[in-house]
């Protein structure tokens, strides 16, 4: 079956531009999250859903990263007004249950200029 | 603080040659240790999942172990193929999120 689909693979952003990182998950998994991970370093957590509700926003960089899962399946990550140091990979992940193991997707390389 | 830390950062090995990698951590109350492996341009791929001290998982060439504080993931006459980066996660009680190592980058020489 398909796994987790992210898109897309690559953003080049300008500072101060707006981007919007797009998640698919697996059918049928509740929960979903969303991880950023520096060159060399282990993700780190942004945020999860359980179905549509947001139940865990504490990674949030700051209040230019938003995101949102409207019908409880696609998510969306925003990132308002990007700084260079929003330069990373962007992971979403997803599981049946919240305790279950996750599954990722390839990662969005984000690259702010 | 929770904390989980991978040690040794780089290991390189014949093939062959079998050896430990180590993930220790600090939690208030744990619901899980998770291991996966990540390929240069990939997302992480999961392997395992631990879950009370003294549990063990084997998949072919891998075997994971739990201690109270510590996570071994012995790795038996690797193949170059067995290359990636490993990294060790863990899950609090308390949410849902996970918590993760910075990853030892292994390295199999044919």
């Known amino acids: 079956g398909a796994g987790v689909s992210q898109s897309p693979r690559y953003k080049v952003a300008k500072r101060g531009q707006d981007v919007a990182l797009r998640c698919d998950p697996i059918?049928?998994?509740?929960?979903l999250f969303w991880y950023q991970q520096a060159l060399g370093q282990g993700p780190e957590f942004l945020t999860y859903?359980?179905?549509?509700?947001?139940?865990?926003k504490s990674g949030l960089p700051s209040d230019r990263f938003f995101a949102e899962r409207p019908e409880g399946s696609v998510s969306t990550l925003k990132i308002q007004r990007t700084q260079q140091e929003d330069s990373a990979v962007y992971l979403c992940?997803?599981?049946?249950?919240?305790?279950?193991?996750?599954?990722f997707g390839p990662g969005t390389r984000l690259t702010v200029l | 603080e929770d904390q989980v830390t991978q040690s040794p950062e780089a290991l390189r090995l014949q093939e062959g040659e079998s050896s430990s990698l180590n993930c220790s951590y600090t939690?208030?109350?744990?619901?899980?240790l998770f291991w996966y492996r990540q390929d240069p341009g990939k997302g992480p791929e999961f392997l395992f999942t631990?879950?009370?001290?003294?549990e063990e998982k084997e998949k072919e060439r891998l075997k994971a172990t739990l201690t109270k504080k510590e996570s071994f993931l012995h790795i038996t006459a690797p193949k170059p193929e067995d290359s990636a980066t490993y990294l060790c996660?863990?899950?609090?009680?308390?949410?849902?999120?996970?918590?993760w190592g910075a990853g030892t980058k292994l390295i199999i020489k044919p």
């Open positions: 939690v208030s109350g744990l619901r899980g």
């Open positions: 992940a997803s599981s049946f249950l919240a305790g279950d193991e996750q599954f």
């Open positions: 059918s049928g998994h509740v929960s």
């Open positions: 996660a863990v899950q609090e009680e308390s949410n849902y999120q996970l918590i």
């Open positions: 859903f359980q179905n549509e509700a947001q139940l865990d």
């Open positions: 631990l879950y009370s001290a003294g």
